[in-house]
C-alpha cells in the first residue's frame, strides 16, 4: 500500500485570493486500487476527512470522502472487492491553483462539493480546497 502525504503550506490560512494561497495540503494520496477498509484505516491514521485518489501514475483522478466511504461500506451492496477507483468522484471538477478562491468556491456550492482537489497542469495533486463553513 502506497501513500504519499504533503504538509500544510504556509499560505494556508490566507482568505482572499487564489486557490493556491487558501488551499490545504493535499493530504493522504491513494491509488484507486485500495480497499473501503484499507481508506478508511488511513484516514482514521491521518486524522483527515478526505483522500486524493491517484492513477498508476501518481496522477489525481480524484477525491473520496470519509461519509462516502462510511456511505458504500453501509450500503446493503457492499463487498471487500470494492476498489476506490469503483467509487470515488472521478467525475468531479479540478482546480488551478491559479483559479480565484470566490470561483472555486461558487463551482463546489454549485456542484455540492465540500472539497476540490486542486492539480497542476500535468494532474499532480498539490492540494484540496475545502469550503468555509
Known amino acids: 500500500m502506497l501513500v504519499?502525504?504533503?504538509?500544510r503550506p504556509e499560505s494556508a490560512h490566507r482568505v482572499h485570493g487564489t486557490v493556491?494561497?487558501?488551499m490545504e495540503a493535499a493530504g493522504p494520496q491513494v491509488w484507486g486500487d485500495m480497499t473501503v477498509e484499507v481508506a478508511l484505516s488511513v484516514m482514521a491514521a491521518?486524522?483527515?476527512?478526505h483522500l486524493v485518489v491517484c492513477d498508476d501514475d501518481g496522477l489525481c483522478t480524484g477525491l473520496v470522502t470519509r461519509a462516502r466511504?462510511?456511505?458504500v461500506r453501509d450500503g446493503s451492496?457492499?463487498?471487500d472487492r470494492i476498489r476506490l477507483r469503483d467509487i470515488a468522484d472521478v467525475t468531479a471538477p479540478f482546480a488551478s491553483p491559479l483559479t480565484t478562491r470566490?470561483?472555486?468556491e461558487r463551482?463546489?456550492?454549485h456542484r455540492r462539493l465540500g472539497a476540490l482537489p486542486v492539480v497542476d497542469e500535468r494532474g499532480n495533486?498539490?492540494?484540496v480546497l475545502a469550503l468555509s463553513r
Open 4 to 7: 504519499q502525504t504533503q504538509f
Open 69 to 71: 466511504l462510511t456511505a
Open 125 to 127: 495533486a498539490l492540494g
Open 107 to 109: 463551482a463546489m456550492r
Open 20 to 22: 493556491a494561497d487558501t
Open 102 to 104: 470566490a470561483e472555486a
Open 77 to 79: 451492496g457492499y463487498t
Open 46 to 49: 491521518a486524522r483527515t476527512g
